[in-house]
C-alpha cells in the first residue's frame, strides 16, 4: 500500500472505526469475488458503515479523494454488479452491518429496514406480525434487502405481487455526494415531482446507495395449496396457468416451470433430494395457491387444495397434466420449494455454466423455448441446456451447463456464441436480456449492443449527471 | 393565477421562419393562430389559470411530434404539452409569459393494438381516457384508470400526470398500470421504450421518470397499458356510517370477507353529496338519511356468478349486516340494477364539477398513511375553520389510499377575490398539518403551477437539487414545459 493510500485508509478509519474496516487479507476474500466466483477483484479498503451517518461519511471522504466505491449487500449477486474491478483503487462499502428492523406498522401495513437486513429476516419479522413480505428468492437466506431492491429483484412471487419495485413505499439514498436523501414515506400515493425511488430502485448502486426502505406488508396467508405437476410440454404449462387463475379466484402466488434436466441436477446434488413423482417426465411445474381466508372446515366449499384438486383432475383429463401431487404438509411443499430453489446451487455444483435470465411475452415462451433449445444445441451440440423460471412473468433463466467433464475454461470458449444465439433470439421475441438478475459488470456489452443509442444516451445523461465523479460503482450497467 | 412569481422561462419567439417550419411538418390543420380559437387551450379547466402561446400545434404523429420539438429545441422556443386540459393544477396551462407554443396531443388518438392473450394494449397519447377502458372491455378486458374527468381526460396526460382515480386500492397508480413508453426527448429523438415485458431489469427505470413528470422531462406519445380480467360479478353499495374512524375498520375487515374483491372504498360527507345533489340533474340520493359520513363500496370478482352459489351480492349483504352490528354502518342500500350502481358513482365522480357549478372554493389533495386519516381530518377542519370560520367543508376520498381531498366551498355569498385572500394562511395551515403527519401535499395531481411554491417550501433542498440536476441534464435548454413542477434557480 503506497503512502497515500494508507492515509487514506486512516481516514475511513477516522469515520467507521477499527470493527468498520476488514484488513486482514483472508477476511477481506469474499467481499471481493462474486457468488459464482467468475470475478476476483482487489480493493484499498473494505468498509462497513454500521449507521447511515457513517455511509455518509465514508461517500464524503471517498468523494473529495475521488476514489470509487462499490456498494454490497449479501454479495449473492449474478452479475457481477457487487464485486470491485482489478484495479485495487476501488472500496467495497459493504451494508451488513446495517441489519435493524427499525418498525413494523401492523396496520399500516408496512416496516422500515436497514439495508442490510437479510430478506428471510424480513419475512420472519412480517410472519411474526401476521403479516406478508412476499419477495421471495433461491438467497433469501444470506442477501440483504438493499441488493434485492438495487437490482430490483424478482423472485417466485412475482406473478401475485410484482417485482421489489412494487413493494417499495419509501427510500433513504446516500447521494454520490454524501447527501442523504430521505424519501422514507409510507405513502400510497405521492405525487411530488420525479420519482426518485423507482430511480435509485434497479441502479444497481450506480447513482447511489441504498441506506434504508419503508416496505409494502401484506396480510399473510391463511390457506396455501401446493403441488408438484408432471406436464407434457411448456405449452401445456402456460395453458395450466391460464385456467387456473378463474379457478383459483385469482389466487395464484406462483408458477414455476422447471425440465428434466434440472431435477437430475438438483436430485444429484442436494441431499436427502427425491423425486415426488414415480415416473421420469420431461417438464414439471411447480403451482402455488395462497388466500388470506382462512379455510373454513364447516363450510362446503372447501378449501385451496380441494379447488386444486378439483382443477388438476380437469386438466388431467384435457392432456394438460401427467401426473401430480399436491403436498399434504408444510414440509412436502417445503421439499417441493427445495427442488425449485436449488438449481442454482447445483448447477454451481456440477460445474461450468451460463446463465440467461430472460423475458419474453408470456404467450411466446412455448415457441420461445423451442427455438431457444435448438439454437443452443446448434451453437454446442454437447452442451447441457437447464432451462427453468417463472411461467406467469415470462422468465425463464434459460442456462446452459458445460458437457460433462469440460472444465471453465473450455466451456467458455464457447460462451459468446451460444449467448449471442439465445440474446439475438430473444430480442428478435421483443424480449429482454436480463429480466430479473440486471447488468452489472457482465452485461455491460450485451446491453449496449441490444440498447438503442438514445435509451443509452438518457442513461448516460442521468449517470453523469447525479456522479459526475463516476465514483459509485463505476463500470457497472453503462460505461460512461 | 396563484400568488406565486412568475419564473423565469425561456423567451425565444415563434418567428414567421418558425411557423413555417413547423407549418411544413404538422400541415395547415395541425396549427390554431386563430385567438378565439386557442383560449380553450391556453385556460385551464376550472377556469382559473390563463396563459398565451403563439401558436397550438396538434401533430398527428410521433414523427410529426419529434420534427416539432426538433425546430423548437434548435431555437430553444418553450413547449408546453397538453393532452385533455383537465388538470387541476395548472401543469398543462401556459405561464402567461410563455412565448412559445402549446403541443396538443389530442389528434394523435388511436388505439394501436390490442393484445387480449398477452393482457395488454398500445394506445397513442392522445387517446381519452373512456374510449380505452371501452377498448378493453370489447375485448372482455378490463382497464382500471378509473376517474371523475375520463370522459375527456387522455391517457398521455394520465400518465404525466401519474393519476389516480377509483380503483387505485386494488390496481395502483396510473405507473403501475404500464409496462412501456414512447417519449419524445427534449432534443426530439424518440425514445422507443414500448415493451410489452412484465419483467425488464435492464439498466435505469426511464419509463418511470417521464411518468409523473408532468411533461418536464419529454412527451409521452404512445404507450403499452396493462389490461386484467374483466370484472364478471360487481356489487356496489352505498353505506352511512359512523364516522370515518368507521371508514377505515370497514375497509380493513371487508378484504377478507370479500375475499380480496375489494375494488373501490370512497368516503364521502354529507354536505359533498348534497353538493353533487344540488347541481347535477338526474342524481338520486341513494340514501336518505341525514348522518354526517357515507362510503361508496364496490366489490368485484372476475369469476361469474354460479347459479346457486353465493355472489358478491351475498357477501356484501350478509358483511354489512354484520358491520350494522358492530355498529360502524347505520344504514346502507345495495345497488340492484347498474343504473342505481350508477348513480352512486355519478354522485362521486361529479365531485368536481359540482364544485365548479357551486362557486369558489378551495381543495387539497392530500396523502397520509391510513390509520391516520380521521385524526387528519379533524384537526384540518378545525385549523381551517379557525381562520375562516364560515367555510364549508365536504372532505371526501379514496380512504384505502390515505388519499383525501380536503375540500371547501367558500362562505355563501363570498366572492372569489375576497376568498382568495384567505387561501394563502388555510394552505399553509394544511400543508404544515400534513407534514407534521408524514403526509404527502399532492397525492393525486401533481404539482403543475398550483404547488410549485409549496413542493419547494416542503421538501428538502437534496430532494429538489436531486430533481433540477435531473431535469437539467435531460432537457438542458429549458424548453419542456418550463416554470412547472420545479423552478430551476
Given at each position: 500500500?503506497?503512502?497515500?493510500?494508507?492515509?487514506?485508509?486512516?481516514?475511513l478509519?477516522s469515520v467507521v472505526g477499527?470493527?468498520g474496516?476488514?484488513?486482514?487479507?483472508?477476511?477481506?476474500?469474499?467481499?471481493?469475488?462474486?457468488?459464482?466466483?467468475?470475478?476476483?477483484?482487489?480493493?484499498?479498503?473494505?468498509v462497513r458503515p454500521a449507521t447511515t451517518e457513517e455511509v455518509a461519511a465514508v461517500v464524503k471522504v471517498c468523494?473529495?479523494?475521488?476514489?470509487?466505491?462499490?456498494?454490497?449487500?449479501?454479495?449473492?449477486?449474478?452479475?457481477?454488479?457487487?464485486?470491485?474491478?482489478?484495479?485495487?483503487?476501488?472500496?467495497?462499502l459493504?451494508l451488513?452491518r446495517m441489519?435493524r428492523?427499525l418498525?413494523?406498522?401492523?396496520?399500516?401495513?408496512?416496516?422500515?429496514?436497514e439495508a442490510g437486513?437479510?430478506?428471510?429476516?424480513?419475512?420472519?419479522?412480517?410472519?411474526?406480525?401476521?403479516?406478508?413480505?412476499?419477495?421471495?428468492?433461491?438467497?433469501?437466506?444470506?442477501?440483504?434487502?438493499?441488493?434485492?431492491?438495487?437490482?430490483?429483484?424478482?423472485?417466485?412471487?412475482?406473478?401475485?405481487?410484482?417485482?421489489?419495485?412494487?413493494?417499495?413505499?419509501?427510500?433513504e439514498v446516500v447521494t454520490?455526494a454524501g447527501d442523504i436523501w430521505n424519501?422514507l414515506?409510507?405513502?400510497?400515493?405521492?405525487?411530488?415531482?420525479?420519482?426518485?425511488?423507482?430511480?435509485?430502485?434497479?441502479?444497481?448502486?450506480?447513482?447511489g446507495i441504498i441506506t434504508k426502505?419503508?416496505?409494502?406488508?401484506?396480510?399473510?396467508?391463511?390457506?396455501?395449496?401446493?403441488?408438484?405437476?408432471?406436464?407434457?410440454?411448456?405449452?401445456?404449462?402456460?395453458?395450466?396457468?391460464?385456467?387456473?387463475?378463474?379457478?383459483?379466484?385469482?389466487?395464484?402466488?406462483?408458477?414455476?416451470?422447471?425440465?428434466?434436466?434440472?431435477?437430475?441436477?438438483?436430485?444429484?446434488?442436494?441431499?436427502?433430494?427425491?423425486?415426488?413423482?414415480?415416473?421420469?417426465?420431461?417438464?414439471?411445474?411447480?403451482?402455488?395457491?395462497?388466500?388470506?381466508?382462512?379455510?373454513?372446515?364447516?363450510?362446503?366449499?372447501?378449501?385451496?387444495?380441494?379447488?386444486?384438486?378439483?382443477?388438476?383432475?380437469?386438466?388431467?383429463?384435457?392432456?394438460?397434466?401427467?401426473?401430480?401431487?399436491?403436498?399434504?404438509?408444510?414440509?412436502?411443499?417445503?421439499?417441493?420449494?427445495?427442488?425449485?430453489?436449488?438449481?442454482?446451487?447445483?448447477?454451481?455444483?456440477?460445474?461450468?455454466?451460463?446463465?440467461?435470465?430472460?423475458?419474453?411475452?408470456?404467450?411466446?415462451?412455448?415457441?420461445?423455448?423451442?427455438?431457444?433449445?435448438?439454437?443452443?444445441?446448434?451453437?454446442?451440440?454437447?452442451?447441457?441446456?437447464?432451462?427453468?423460471?417463472?411461467?406467469?412473468?415470462?422468465?425463464?433463466?434459460?442456462?446452459?451447463?458445460?458437457?460433462?467433464?469440460?472444465?471453465?475454461?473450455?466451456?467458455?470458449?464457447?460462451?459468446?456464441?451460444?449467448?449471442?444465439?439465445?440474446?439475438?433470439?430473444?430480442?428478435?421475441?421483443?424480449?429482454?436480456?436480463?429480466?430479473?438478475?440486471?447488468?452489472?459488470?457482465?452485461?455491460?456489452?450485451?446491453?449496449?449492443?441490444?440498447?438503442?443509442?438514445?435509451?443509452?444516451?438518457?442513461?448516460?445523461?442521468?449517470?453523469?449527471?447525479?456522479?459526475?465523479?463516476?465514483?459509485?460503482?463505476?463500470?457497472?450497467?453503462?460505461?460512461? | 393565477?396563484?400568488?406565486?412569481?412568475?419564473?423565469?422561462?425561456?423567451?425565444?419567439?415563434?418567428?414567421?421562419?418558425?411557423?413555417?417550419?413547423?407549418?411544413?411538418?404538422?400541415?395547415?390543420?395541425?396549427?390554431?393562430?386563430?385567438?378565439?380559437?386557442?383560449?380553450?387551450?391556453?385556460?385551464?379547466?376550472?377556469?382559473?389559470?390563463?396563459?398565451?402561446?403563439?401558436?397550438?400545434?396538434?401533430?398527428?404523429?410521433?414523427?410529426?411530434?419529434?420534427?416539432?420539438?426538433?425546430?423548437?429545441?434548435?431555437?430553444?422556443?418553450?413547449?408546453?404539452?397538453?393532452?385533455?386540459?383537465?388538470?387541476?393544477?395548472?401543469?398543462?396551462?401556459?405561464?402567461?409569459?410563455?412565448?412559445?407554443?402549446?403541443?396538443?396531443?389530442?389528434?394523435?388518438?388511436?388505439?394501436?393494438?390490442?393484445?387480449?392473450?398477452?393482457?395488454?394494449?398500445?394506445?397513442?397519447?392522445?387517446?381519452?381516457?373512456?374510449?380505452?377502458?371501452?377498448?378493453?372491455?370489447?375485448?372482455?378486458?378490463?382497464?382500471?384508470?378509473?376517474?371523475?374527468?375520463?370522459?375527456?381526460?387522455?391517457?398521455?396526460?394520465?400518465?404525466?400526470?401519474?393519476?389516480?382515480?377509483?380503483?387505485?386500492?386494488?390496481?395502483?397508480?396510473?405507473?403501475?398500470?404500464?409496462?412501456?413508453?414512447?417519449?419524445?426527448?427534449?432534443?426530439?429523438?424518440?425514445?422507443?421504450?414500448?415493451?410489452?415485458?412484465?419483467?425488464?431489469?435492464?439498466?435505469?427505470?426511464?419509463?418511470?421518470?417521464?411518468?409523473?413528470?408532468?411533461?418536464?422531462?419529454?412527451?409521452?406519445?404512445?404507450?403499452?397499458?396493462?389490461?386484467?380480467?374483466?370484472?364478471?360479478?360487481?356489487?356496489?353499495?352505498?353505506?352511512?356510517?359512523?364516522?370515518?374512524?368507521?371508514?377505515?375498520?370497514?375497509?380493513?375487515?371487508?378484504?377478507?370477507?370479500?375475499?380480496?374483491?375489494?375494488?373501490?372504498?370512497?368516503?364521502?360527507?354529507?354536505?359533498?353529496?348534497?353538493?353533487?345533489?344540488?347541481?347535477?340533474?338526474?342524481?338520486?340520493?341513494?340514501?336518505?338519511?341525514?348522518?354526517?359520513?357515507?362510503?361508496?363500496?364496490?366489490?368485484?370478482?372476475?369469476?361469474?356468478?354460479?347459479?346457486?352459489?353465493?355472489?358478491?351480492?351475498?357477501?356484501?349483504?350478509?358483511?354489512?349486516?354484520?358491520?350494522?352490528?358492530?355498529?360502524?354502518?347505520?344504514?346502507?342500500?345495495?345497488?340492484?340494477?347498474?343504473?342505481?350502481?350508477?348513480?352512486?358513482?355519478?354522485?362521486?365522480?361529479?365531485?368536481?364539477?359540482?364544485?365548479?357549478?357551486?362557486?369558489?372554493?378551495?381543495?387539497?389533495?392530500?396523502?397520509?398513511?391510513?390509520?391516520?386519516?380521521?385524526?387528519?381530518?379533524?384537526?384540518?377542519?378545525?385549523?381551517?375553520?379557525?381562520?375562516?370560520?364560515?367555510?364549508?367543508?365536504?372532505?371526501?376520498?379514496?380512504?384505502?389510499?390515505?388519499?383525501?381531498?380536503?375540500?371547501?366551498?367558500?362562505?355563501?355569498?363570498?366572492?372569489?377575490?375576497?376568498?382568495?385572500?384567505?387561501?394563502?394562511?388555510?394552505?399553509?395551515?394544511?400543508?404544515?398539518?400534513?407534514?407534521?403527519?408524514?403526509?404527502?401535499?399532492?397525492?393525486?395531481?401533481?404539482?403543475?403551477?398550483?404547488?410549485?411554491?409549496?413542493?419547494?417550501?416542503?421538501?428538502?433542498?437534496i430532494?429538489?437539487?436531486?430533481?433540477?440536476?435531473?431535469?437539467?441534464?435531460?432537457?438542458?435548454?429549458?424548453?419542456?414545459?418550463?416554470?412547472?413542477?420545479?423552478?430551476?434557480?
Open positions: 500500500m503506497t503512502a497515500n493510500a494508507s492515509v487514506f485508509v486512516e481516514k478509519r477499527d470493527k474496516l476488514v484488513t486482514d487479507a483472508r477476511a477481506r476474500h469474499p467481499y471481493l469475488t462474486d457468488w459464482r466466483e467468475n470475478y476476483l477483484g482487489t480493493a484499498l479498503a473494505v468523494a473529495a479523494e475521488k476514489v470509487a466505491i462499490v456498494p454490497q449487500g449479501g454479495n449473492t449477486g449474478f452479475m457481477g454488479g457487487a464485486t470491485p474491478d482489478e484495479s485495487g483503487r476501488e472500496i467495497v459493504s451488513a441489519s428492523i418498525e413494523v406498522d401492523t396496520i399500516g401495513y408496512s416496516m422500515t429496514v437486513v437479510v430478506l428471510k429476516t424480513i419475512q420472519e419479522e412480517a410472519a411474526a406480525h401476521d403479516r406478508l413480505f412476499p419477495l421471495s428468492l433461491a438467497a433469501e437466506g444470506s442477501c440483504t434487502i438493499g441488493g434485492n431492491l438495487s437490482t430490483n429483484a424478482g423472485g417466485v412471487q412475482v406473478l401475485h405481487y410484482g417485482n421489489a419495485r412494487q413493494l417499495v413505499l419509501g427510500l454520490p424519501g414515506r409510507a405513502l400510497k400515493k405521492d405525487n411530488t415531482g420525479y420519482d426518485l425511488r423507482d430511480l435509485y430502485l434497479g441502479a444497481e448502486g450506480t447513482l426502505a419503508v416496505l409494502k406488508l401484506w396480510p399473510k396467508a391463511k390457506d396455501v395449496a401446493t403441488s408438484w405437476i408432471a406436464v407434457p410440454t411448456p405449452d401445456a404449462a402456460v395453458e395450466l396457468l391460464s385456467g387456473a387463475h378463474a379457478a383459483s379466484e385469482d389466487n395464484v402466488t406462483s408458477c414455476e416451470l422447471m425440465s428434466r434436466q434440472g431435477i437430475d441436477l438438483v436430485l444429484k446434488h442436494l441431499p436427502g433430494a427425491a423425486d415426488p413423482l414415480t415416473d421420469r417426465h420431461d417438464w414439471y411445474v411447480l403451482l402455488e395457491w395462497s388466500s388470506t381466508r382462512a379455510r373454513r372446515e364447516a363450510g362446503n366449499e372447501g378449501g385451496l387444495t380441494e379447488k386444486m384438486e378439483g382443477y388438476l383432475g380437469e386438466a388431467m383429463e384435457k392432456g394438460l397434466v401427467l401426473d401430480a401431487a399436491i403436498a399434504q404438509n408444510e414440509a412436502q411443499a417445503r421439499a417441493f420449494w427445495a427442488l425449485r430453489e436449488n438449481h442454482s446451487e447445483a448447477q454451481k455444483r456440477e460445474g461450468p455454466s451460463l446463465k440467461h435470465d430472460i423475458s419474453v411475452a408470456v404467450s411466446r415462451i412455448p415457441s420461445f423455448m423451442r427455438e431457444g433449445l435448438a439454437a443452443m444445441k446448434k451453437v454446442l451440440p454437447e452442451g447441457r441446456p437447464v432451462p427453468f423460471g417463472h411461467v406467469g412473468d415470462g422468465n425463464l433463466h434459460f442456462n446452459c451447463q458445460a458437457p460433462a467433464g469440460w472444465d471453465k475454461a473450455r466451456f467458455m470458449k464457447h460462451g459468446d456464441a451460444i449467448s449471442r444465439a439465445v440474446y439475438d433470439l430473444v430480442v428478435s421475441y421483443g424480449g429482454s436480456i436480463s429480466a430479473e438478475h440486471g447488468i452489472g459488470r457482465l452485461k455491460v456489452d450485451e446491453l449496449a449492443h441490444y440498447r438503442s443509442k438514445i435509451e443509452l444516451d438518457v442513461m448516460r445523461t442521468l449517470k453523469r449527471a447525479l456522479d459526475p465523479q463516476n465514483i459509485m460503482n463505476p463500470g457497472k450497467i453503462v460505461r460512461v | 393565477m396563484p400568488d406565486t412569481a412568475i419564473p423565469a422561462i425561456p423567451t425565444a419567439p415563434v418567428t414567421p421562419a418558425v411557423l413555417d417550419s413547423l407549418r411544413a411538418i404538422v400541415g395547415e390543420k395541425g396549427l390554431i393562430l386563430d385567438e378565439q380559437d386557442k383560449q380553450p387551450f391556453v385556460t385551464d379547466w376550472r377556469g382559473s389559470l390563463v396563459g398565451t402561446a403563439a401558436v397550438v400545434v396538434r401533430p398527428a404523429n410521433t414523427d410529426e411530434v419529434s420534427g416539432v420539438v426538433k425546430v423548437c429545441h434548435d431555437s430553444g422556443i418553450a413547449i408546453v404539452p397538453q393532452g385533455g386540459n383537465t388538470g387541476l393544477m395548472g401543469g398543462a396551462t401556459p405561464w402567461p409569459t410563455h412565448q412559445g407554443i402549446l403541443l396538443s396531443l389530442g389528434r394523435m388518438n388511436h388505439v394501436l393494438n390490442v393484445d387480449a392473450v398477452g393482457y395488454s394494449m398500445t394506445v397513442e397519447a392522445g387517446c381519452v381516457l373512456q374510449t380505452l377502458q371501452e377498448a378493453a372491455a370489447s375485448h372482455d378486458r378490463f382497464f382500471p384508470l378509473s376517474l371523475g374527468a375520463q370522459g375527456s381526460c387522455m391517457i398521455g396526460g394520465n400518465l404525466s400526470t401519474n393519476a389516480g382515480g377509483v380503483q387505485v386500492l386494488r390496481y395502483g397508480n396510473a405507473r403501475n398500470l404500464v409496462m412501456g413508453l414512447e417519449v419524445v426527448l427534449p432534443n426530439g429523438d424518440i425514445w422507443d421504450g414500448l415493451r410489452s415485458l412484465k419483467k425488464d431489469n435492464t439498466g435505469y427505470d426511464l419509463k418511470h421518470l417521464f411518468m409523473g413528470a408532468e411533461g418536464t422531462l419529454g412527451i409521452i406519445t404512445k404507450a403499452v397499458l396493462k389490461l386484467w380480467p374483466a370484472p364478471k360479478d360487481v356489487c356496489t353499495a352505498w353505506l352511512a356510517i359512523r364516522d370515518p374512524q368507521a371508514a377505515i375498520e370497514i375497509l380493513s375487515e371487508a378484504h377478507a370477507a370479500s375475499e380480496d374483491n375489494v375494488g373501490s372504498c370512497e368516503l364521502m360527507s354529507r354536505t359533498c353529496t348534497d353538493m353533487v345533489l344540488r347541481h347535477l340533474p338526474g342524481t338520486q340520493d341513494p340514501l336518505k338519511a341525514g348522518t354526517p359520513w357515507y362510503l361508496l363500496l364496490e366489490w368485484s370478482s372476475s369469476r361469474l356468478r354460479k347459479d346457486g352459489a353465493e355472489g358478491m351480492s351475498e357477501k356484501m349483504e350478509q358483511f354489512l349486516a354484520e358491520q350494522m352490528e358492530a355498529g360502524r354502518v347505520l344504514d346502507a342500500v345495495i345497488a340492484q340494477t347498474e343504473a342505481q350502481s350508477r348513480n352512486m358513482w355519478r354522485i362521486r365522480e361529479g365531485v368536481a364539477e359540482a364544485s365548479r357549478a357551486e362557486g369558489p372554493g378551495l381543495s387539497y389533495d392530500i396523502s397520509v398513511s391510513i390509520s391516520k386519516i380521521p385524526e387528519f381530518i379533524d384537526k384540518g377542519i378545525k385549523a381551517t375553520l379557525d381562520i375562516l370560520p364560515t367555510i364549508r367543508p365536504y372532505p371526501l376520498g379514496h380512504i384505502g389510499d390515505g388519499n383525501i381531498h380536503f375540500s371547501f366551498m367558500g362562505p355563501r355569498g363570498m366572492d372569489r377575490e375576497t376568498l382568495k385572500q384567505y387561501s394563502p394562511a388555510i394552505t399553509r395551515a394544511v400543508n404544515d398539518l400534513i407534514t407534521s403527519m408524514a403526509g404527502s401535499i399532492s397525492a393525486e395531481h401533481g404539482i403543475g403551477i398550483e404547488k410549485l411554491d409549496e413542493l419547494a417550501h416542503y421538501r428538502s433542498r430532494e429538489l437539487d436531486t430533481m433540477r440536476t435531473i431535469k437539467r441534464a435531460l432537457d438542458p435548454k429549458n424548453i419542456m414545459n418550463p416554470g412547472k413542477v420545479l423552478r430551476l434557480s
